[in-house]
């Protein structure tokens, strides 16, 4: 009866120690209450008893361990090791549901006393190595050191705040100080009084420390020092713990132990603290949180218990033997034991250790030199990939490792196989330096399509014949390596065919990388960032190797009902015959015009941002343009992002929305996969884009070669930009300098031509101050949320672009040629605070307008007024043909009906468009309100399905209409 008292007892104790740990940090409602009243005197009481508990058991450790362990070095492995495990394997449950950084919870639990984290299980692995210490003391100096760690706890509580740093989380030293007071108690027993003396201390030192947290709150000058007596380093406190411990726990009890390191790292790890605030959310109130406290220690409580058919295993009571073994031992039996250890594990250890150098050069090498710029922050490389990128750089080395593994099982040889993954990670390497020199981006898997090639294209002769000859020297030295120093592998059957398995298991689990689901979450809480948008800096974050499998999964579509050679035949012929009727009343050629889509980076005028108030209208020109030509609002499907996306769309005339997630950016993940896409650039013999920045973001060199653009002007291309403006302090070419070069363009090619031109002057970030705020557009009021100075800098660029804008329309206006101008804003700019639930239309809507000059209104073209008010980048295409009168192929009389029936279509504003098998179209009428597919007239419907077969069959199906194509 005893026995189950005192594990009842520990058991009450651990759940105290628990409420403590936990529901403080959750920062409750009664935390906040700091004046001076009756409510924060009961909460200050309330508190200092929870305060006992972690007290209690770290001098109950201490006592306990003292008289129990015997191998106090093993035991303290075994502790921190179980620390680990528990840690990491909470970090990976949790990164499967979560996209949180799991970086953090994983050092912490590493490195629980460097980093401060644990501080209980921490305090117990310092306290073991003090006890050890104490135990060399003779009994007189023994009190001593008992009499001076009392005498510490008092000076840390008369002096506040603490004089030695003991607070919140770093209180590590103190709880070994405690477990040493325990320890030295079980040694001593100098205060062995009757139970009826301690009661009276306990209750003493309980009065007179409620006293004093009654009048703080009234003693206390400015609040801070209120709960000085609810703390675990109060004197006090430790009293009333040392009291409990020796009343309720005496010396033959036995302890549930093992439990305790168990249900520590659960209770201590900070995710758990991040789970519990994540399901609490915004509702703090005190009880909630106490129950939610409660739930989770009886679960942890729980999950140690469980994990005690752990430590039964056959395979982990070994290893505890061999450990308190080795632990025990001689220093020359230990060094034996190590050198016999090292003959074993050498030939993985070096598999590692290959792995992992491998893993680091191969992300060292997609750089240029040392230094490297991320997300406006420079740093070195090598202290990137050390110290952000090390889970990515793990993952990399368990992918190398599995690999060699791979090839062992299949030859049997040890260095053979270390040689093959070798010589391929050193071809793989190379093989992304010489695209990444040619085409700014490294091997992805559409290129093994062309790896006899493409890629052999770009080697030349002396770098492929310097290749070959490492490789030939390689297979010398393998040949000479496995003759002299042979390895004998000794895989089982059982073992090999593991392996076989291993490599292929771990690979094909990038077909889920991209999609919303256990993957996706756990290589984002280990950091990885794909960044479709620009392959080159995505190797730069993730390494190479997990780069191209993050390319692996890109599902494009979902096929449409119905869908075959005979639908698509019969498709083409119904808009054929619609061409047909169109062109009847058209008597213009596009290829015979100067067309110019113009995409504004982040332009949307702000006042129409719910909370946001202006002194003035910043763009007074562009919105007159929008009145008195073709002009509206835009619906966009990005937000602060996304320029690449909207370009695409304005250019193929296909929807962003109908592509499912896994497809961020057609640019980079889909163009220069296809054979042939359908494209504004097919109607002329000359097109160029105009870039006033570095070229190779989103692919672009390679997607307006694919696309037939005749020359791409950017910053170091062969065509140079020319009359080069920058405004005051920003390190962007202004969009003066687009429009300079885009009139170059015009006056240097006298027959039809289309311009892409993409400006740069209004790209964030918006916080550097780069102008000189023009006072009169500043905001007056904004959102909650909202920065007021990035407002202020950006109302500001967007000014200047209205006044460029201006002058270009001027220059275009006199010039003696058909010139139509399609300005449009990509997106707008992440800088406002509004919620996505209630404003989402509103920060995805941005001007736009289509002007035709003087020269081409005298030849036919006419502003367009119906169907304007709202339109989607994918209308442009065949609104332009509309306005200028031009004639029309069938893929254009498609979109022209998709524009003149079907409401503008964008990405949805509210949901999360990452998510797997949701309709992601979210429709708006020319009233602007949101339309539901279902609510479609049955032509409406006919209509929608037939561009989304189109658009399926170019880019995810057989390409049944490409022969119908230009």
């Given at each position: 009866m005893k026995k189950v008292k005192g594990r009842l007892a520990y058991i009450v104790v651990l759940l105290w120690v628990g409420f403590s740990q936990l529901y403080w940090q959750l920062n409750p409602q009664l935390a906040n209450n700091h004046s001076r009243n009756l409510v924060t005197v009961l909460f200050e009481i309330g508190k200092g008893l929870t305060m006992i508990g972690p007290d209690i058991l770290m001098i109950l450790l201490g006592a306990y361990l003292a008289r129990r362990v015997r191998d106090a070095k093993s035991l303290l492995v075994k502790i921190w090791l179980n620390t680990l495990i528990i840690g990491c394997l909470i970090c990976l449950i949790v990164s499967l549901f979560s996209t949180s950084s799991m970086t953090t919870a994983i050092?912490?639990?590493?490195?629980?006393f460097l980093r401060n984290s644990y501080p209980l299980i921490s305090g117990v692995l310092i306290g073991l190595v003090l006890g050890r210490v104490v135990d060399q003391l003779d009994r007189h100096w023994q009190a001593i050191v008992g009499i001076l760690i009392l005498v510490l706890i008092t000076a840390t509580t008369i002096f506040t705040p603490s004089i030695f740093g003991w607070s919140g989380q770093n209180v590590s030293l103190f709880y070994a100080l405690l477990f040493t007071l325990g320890w030295l108690e079980s040694r001593q027993h100098y205060l062995s009084w009757p139970r009826r003396w301690w009661l009276l201390i306990i209750c003493g030192a309980l009065l007179f420390n409620t006293g004093l947290q009654v009048v703080m709150p009234w003693f206390s000058i400015n609040g801070s020092t209120i709960d000085r007596y609810s703390t675990i380093v109060n004197i006090l406190t430790v009293i009333i713990a040392f009291g409990i411990v020796k009343i309720f726990f005496n010396s033959n009890v036995i302890?549930?132990?093992?439990?305790?390191w168990a249900y520590l790292p659960l209770i201590e790890a900070t995710i758990t603290v991040t789970i519990l605030n994540k399901i609490a959310g915004s509702n703090q109130s005190s009880k909630r949180l106490a129950l939610l406290t409660i739930g989770a220690e009886i679960l942890a409580l729980l999950i140690a218990a469980?994990?005690?058919?752990?430590?039964?295993?056959?395979?982990?009571?070994?290893?505890?033997?061999?450990?308190?073994?080795?632990?025990?031992?001689?220093?020359?039996?230990?060094?034996?034991?190590?050198?016999?250890?090292?003959?074993?594990?050498?030939?993985?250890?070096?598999?590692?250790?290959?792995?992992?150098?491998?893993a680091i050069l191969s992300m060292l090498l997609m750089n240029d030199g040392w230094r490297l710029y991320i997300d406006g922050a420079t740093y070195?490389?090598?202290?990137?990939?050390?110290?952000?990128?090390?889970?990515?750089?793990?993952?990399?080395?368990?992918?190398i490792f599995a690999a060699i593994k791979f090839c062992q099982a299949i030859t049997n040889r040890y260095w053979v196989s270390l040689a093959i993954m070798i010589i391929f990670n050193l071809i793989f390497i190379i093989g992304s330096r010489i695209k990444i020199k040619a085409r700014f981006e490294p091997v992805l898997p559409a290129d093994l399509t062309a790896l006899n090639i493409e890629l052999i294209k770009m080697v030349n002769t002396k770098a492929l014949l310097t290749g070959l000859t490492a490789i030939a020297l390689i297979i010398v030295a393998v040949v000479f390596i496995e003759h002299k120093f042979p390895v004998s592998l000794q895989l089982t059957w059982r073992r090999r065919l593991t392996w076989l398995f291993v490599l292929p298991l771990i690979l094909a689990t990038s077909f889920f990388w991209n999609q919303q689901g256990p993957f996706n979450h756990f290589l984002t809480s280990i950091g990885n960032q794909p960044t479709f948008y620009s392959q080159l800096d995505g190797a730069r974050r993730n390494g190479p190797t997990i780069q191209f499998l993050n390319n692996v999964d890109t599902e494009v579509m979902q096929q449409p009902t119905g869908y075959s050679a005979t639908t698509m035949q019969r498709l083409v012929k119904r808009y054929q015959a619609r061409a047909q009727q169109i062109n009847r009343h058209r008597t213009q050629q596009l290829g015979k015009q100067t067309i110019?889509?113009?995409?504004?980076?982040?332009?949307?005028?702000?006042?129409?941002?719910?909370?946001?108030?202006?002194?003035?209208?910043p763009v007074p020109y562009i919105t007159r343009m929008k009145h008195q030509t073709t002009g509206g609002l835009m619906l966009s499907s990005g937000y602060g992002g996304g320029t690449a996306?909207?370009?695409?769309?304005?250019?193929?005339?296909?929807?962003?929305?109908?592509?499912?997630?896994?497809?961020?950016?057609?640019?980079?993940q889909l163009v220069t996969k296809l054979v042939k896409e359908p494209t504004i650039v097919d109607n002329f013999h000359h097109a160029v884009a105009i870039h006033p920045y570095q070229g190779v973001f989103y692919n672009r060199i390679a997607v307006y070669k694919k696309f037939g653009f005749t020359k791409f002007l950017y910053l170091g291309s062969k065509y140079p930009i020319k009359h080069q403006y920058k405004i005051e302090r920003s390190p962007y070419l202004s969009d003066k300098t687009a429009?300079?070069?885009?009139?170059?363009?015009?006056?240097?090619?006298?027959?039809?031509?289309?311009?892409?031109?993409?400006?740069?002057?209004?790209?964030?970030?918006?916080?550097?101050?780069?102008?000189?705020?023009?006072?009169?557009?500043?905001?007056?009021?904004?959102?909650?949320?909202?920065?007021p100075d990035s407002l202020n800098d950006y109302v500001t660029g967007i000014h200047y672009t209205d006044g460029y804008v201006k002058q270009f329309i001027q220059q275009v206006d006199r010039i003696k040629r058909p010139i139509t101008v399609v300005f449009y804003g990509d997106h707008l700019p992440g800088i406002y605070g509004n919620s996505m639930a209630t404003d989402g239309q509103v920060l995805h809507e941005t001007d736009y307008f289509i002007y035709s000059n003087r020269y081409a209104r005298q030849h036919g073209a006419r502003n367009l007024r119906t169907n304007a008010h709202f339109v989607d980048p994918n209308d442009f295409m065949a609104m332009v043909a509309k306005q200028t009168n031009s004639r029309i192929d069938w893929y254009q009389a498609l979109l022209t009906r998709v524009y003149k029936d079907l409401p503008a279509v964008a990405v949805n504003f509210n949901q999360d468009s990452n998510q797997q098998n949701v309709d992601r179209n979210e429709f708006v009428n020319?009233?602007?309100?949101?339309?539901?597919?279902?609510?479609?007239?049955?032509?409406?419907?006919?209509?929608?399905?037939?561009?989304?077969?189109?658009?399926?069959?170019?880019?995810?199906?057989?390409?049944?209409?490409?022969?119908y194509l230009k």
């Open positions: 050092y912490d639990a590493a490195l629980p302890l549930p132990i093992r439990l305790t469980l994990w005690q058919f752990w430590q039964r295993v056959p395979l982990v009571i070994g290893f505890n033997q061999r450990l308190s073994q080795f632990s025990q031992a001689t220093p020359e039996t230990q060094l034996a034991t190590f050198k016999k250890w090292g003959r074993q594990l050498w030939p993985n250890l070096l598999i590692i250790v290959v792995s992992y150098l491998v070195n490389t090598l202290g990137f990939a050390l110290g952000q990128r090390e889970l990515l750089l793990l993952l990399t080395t368990i992918i110019i889509f113009n995409l504004s980076e982040s332009f949307a005028n702000p006042q129409r941002v719910p909370g946001v108030r202006l002194a003035q209208n996306n909207m370009e695409y769309m304005t250019l193929t005339g296909f929807s962003f929305s109908n592509f499912l997630p896994t497809l961020a950016v057609p640019y980079t429009y300079a070069n885009a009139l170059d363009q015009i006056h240097e090619y006298h027959g039809g031509q289309f311009i892409n031109l993409i400006t740069m002057q209004n790209h964030l970030p918006f916080d550097q101050h780069y102008y000189n705020n023009l006072t009169r557009y500043q905001a007056k009021a904004v959102s909650n949320g909202t920065d020319q009233q602007g309100k949101v339309v539901k597919k279902t609510d479609f007239t049955k032509k409406q419907k006919r209509l929608w399905h037939d561009y989304q077969l189109v658009q399926y069959d170019v880019t995810a199906g057989h390409h049944y209409v490409l022969r």
